[in-house]
């Protein structure tokens, strides 16, 4: 079964840092592009970043120049440095994975809050 378990988040001042990471288990990793994405109350799940087995990135605008995704193929994990935290990036947030060559398999983690004050 595939796992995808997230940690990291937390609670954190405007201004602060943070950074997710999330451990892949049972998938080909480099296999799999690697995403991102967050949900807040009463909003709809947006992409956050992407990070495709092919090595190319895509981040959301609101985040662009604060926000890195990175991926260690060996260790089977993707992180999202978060900088320059803004109260509107709080928000639930989940690891994605998608088959680069089965669009099909798509995999959820469990989620990890991160909260930004004000």
């Known amino acids: 079964q595939v796992r995808l378990v997230e940690s990291g988040g937390g609670y954190v001042q405007a201004g602060g840092s943070l950074r997710l990471s999330c451990a892949a288990s049972?998938?080909?990793?480099?296999?799999?592009?690697m995403g991102w994405y967050r949900q807040a109350p009463g909003k709809q799940r947006e992409m956050v970043a992407v990070?495709?087995?092919?090595?190319?990135?895509t981040y959301a605008d609101s985040v662009k120049g604060r926000f890195t995704i990175y991926r260690d193929n060996a260790r089977n994990t993707v992180h999202l440095q978060m900088n320059s935290l803004k109260p509107e990036d709080t928000a639930v947030y989940y690891c994605?994975?998608?088959?680069?060559?089965?669009?099909?398999?798509?995999?959820w983690g469990q989620g990890t809050q991160v909260t930004v004050s004000s």
């Open positions: 990070t495709r087995s092919g090595g190319s990135t």
């Open positions: 994605n994975a998608v088959d680069a060559y089965n669009t099909n398999r798509v995999y």
């Open positions: 049972r998938i080909i990793f480099n296999e799999n592009d």
